[in-house]
């Protein structure tokens, strides 16, 4: 009897605490819609960073507290005519965070988290099943070169070019791809996407 009474607490211990193992510290993470970037804490630490692309109008990533699901190390779209999804987390029903190989600097995707190839290999072999991933914020940018500003992030308006192209005040020239990155200063997509302890 008390070979099951201790298997019952045991078993009930771990549902509680969640995906932390024993002596491990938390794993969780932080998708920032407003800023189009993932963070990863492990035992409050950040430890992963990386520039993102959420859902585009129309078919915005939701926001809300989530655990992550299964992992597949490469998935097939059922919405989207067979898409590859390489490194896919399931975060919830139809969205999964994956990688890609286009990943601008504003929402493009059909609503998953897309991540630069490199960098969501290293998420995936990162993040457990149950991790914690919290989805917040909302786009307030432009979605592409093509889309016009809506009235609320007319260039007049303080503090739209600083958000739309990181601490300078001037617009960056476009690439020869034709892709602004503005996180140029900020970020190195994929090069920047690596662990880092102690921040």
Not at 34 to 44: D, S, V
């Amino acid at each position: 009897m008390k070979g099951i009474l201790a298997i019952a607490c045991g078993v009930t211990a771990a549902i509680l605490s969640g995906p932390v193992a024993h002596g491990q510290p938390a794993r969780r993470v932080i998708v920032d819609k407003t800023n189009q970037e993932l963070r990863a804490y492990e035992g409050g630490y950040l430890v992963f960073r990386t520039n993102i692309s959420t859902g585009k109008r129309g078919k915005e990533t939701p926001n809300g507290h989530f655990r992550a699901q299964g992992k597949y190390l490469m998935h097939y779209s059922t919405l989207y005519e067979n898409a590859p999804m390489p490194y896919s987390v399931q975060v919830n029903s139809n969205y999964f965070i994956h990688g890609f190989s286009y990943v601008p600097s504003w929402p493009a995707s059909h609503g998953c988290i897309r991540l630069p190839e490199d960098a969501a290999r290293q998420f995936y072999y990162w993040v457990r099943p149950g991790t914690r991933i919290d989805i917040t914020g909302h786009w307030l940018g432009s979605y592409g070169p093509d889309s016009p500003p809506s009235v609320a992030e007319r260039p007049n308006r303080p503090g739209f070019w600083a958000r739309l192209f990181g601490r300078r005040t001037t617009p960056k020239p476009a690439t020869p791809s034709g892709d602004a990155d503005w996180r140029g200063s900020q970020f190195q997509p994929a090069s920047y996407s690596t662990f880092q302890r102690g921040e």
